[in-house]
C-alpha cells in the first residue's frame, strides 16, 4: 500500500524555520517525482514546490522561492521540506504528494499524505 | 501564471442527481487538466487526469471533458459518498495551479 506520511509540523514564530518531513513507503521511491502542496481555508491548495526522483530539478512557487528548499534522501525513502523565513501567510496544512508516473515532475498527484499542520504566529 | 477558475463555488444536490462542475484556465492548457476530490479533514484525491482519463478504481458515473481553456467534470447519478470540495489543477506548466474548489452539498 502507498503512504506518505508527513511530519514535523508546529507553532513557530515569523522568521522562524521548520523542517517537514514526508516518509514513504509502499512503492519504488526512488523512482517517482514528489510534489509539496500547501492549503488553507483562504487560499486553497497552492503547489509549493516539486523534486524530481533522483534530487535533481527542484522547483519552487514564487510565493516560497529562496526562502524553502526542497531535498530527498532515496536510501531512506524520506523527502524534506526546510521552510526559512517563515511568515504569517506560510500557516497552512502541507501534503507531500506523489506524481503519477513522473520522474522529473510532480504535476499530477496521485497519493498524497494526511498532512501537517504549519502555523506561523507570534 | 495560469489562473484556474471553477464554477459553482457550490452547489445543493441530491443523490441520483446528475452534477456538473465546470473550470476554465486564463490561458490553453491543452489536455493538461486534473480533477481531485477532497473530503472534510481528508487529503484530496485524484479522479481525472489528462481531462478525461479515470484513474483506476475511480467509479465510471465520473467522467471529464474538454480541452484548451474549458473543462468539465461530470458525475452522472450522485452517491452519498460523493458529497465533496472537488478541485480542478493544470499540469500544463509550473506553477501547477489549482481552481478555487466547488463544494457539493446537500
Known amino acids: 500500500e502507498v503512504q506518505l506520511v508527513e511530519s514535523g509540523g508546529g507553532l513557530v514564530q515569523p522568521g522562524g524555520s521548520l523542517r517537514l518531513t514526508c516518509a514513504a513507503s509502499?512503492?519504488?521511491?526512488?523512482?517517482?517525482?514528489i510534489a509539496w502542496v500547501r492549503q488553507t481555508p483562504r487560499r486553497g491548495l497552492e503547489w509549493v514546490s516539486s523534486?524530481?526522483?533522483?534530487?535533481?530539478?527542484?522547483y519552487f512557487a514564487d510565493s516560497v522561492r529562496g526562502r524553502f528548499s526542497v531535498s530527498r534522501d532515496n536510501s531512506r525513502n524520506t523527502l524534506y521540506l526546510q521552510m526559512n523565513s517563515l511568515r504569517l501567510d506560510d500557516s497552512a496544512v502541507y501534503f507531500c504528494?506523489?506524481?503519477?508516473?513522473?520522474?522529473?515532475?510532480?504535476?499530477?498527484?496521485?497519493?498524497w499524505g494526511q498532512g501537517a499542520l504549519v502555523t506561523v504566529s507570534s | 501564471d495560469i489562473q484556474m477558475t471553477q464554477s459553482p463555488s457550490s452547489l445543493s444536490a441530491s443523490v441520483g442527481d446528475r452534477v456538473t462542475i465546470t473550470c476554465r484556465a486564463s490561458q490553453s492548457i491543452s489536455l493538461y487538466l486534473n480533477w481531485y476530490q477532497q473530503k472534510q479533514g481528508r487529503a484530496p484525491t485524484l479522479l481525472i487526469y489528462?481531462?478525461?482519463t479515470l484513474r483506476n478504481g475511480v467509479p465510471s458515473r465520473f467522467s471529464g471533458s474538454g480541452s484548451g481553456t474549458d473543462f468539465t467534470l461530470t458525475i452522472s447519478a450522485l452517491q452519498p459518498e460523493d458529497f465533496a470540495t472537488y478541485y480542478c489543477?493544470?499540469?500544463?506548466?509550473?506553477?501547477?495551479?489549482f481552481g478555487p474548489g466547488t463544494k457539493v452539498d446537500f
Open positions: 523534486i524530481g526522483a533522483s534530487g535533481g530539478g527542484t
Open positions: 504528494a506523489r506524481d503519477r508516473v513522473g520522474v522529473a515532475v510532480a504535476d499530477t498527484l496521485d497519493y
Open positions: 489543477q493544470q499540469s500544463y506548466t509550473r506553477p501547477f495551479a
Open positions: 489528462s481531462a478525461s
Open positions: 509502499g512503492f519504488n521511491f526512488r523512482a517517482y517525482a
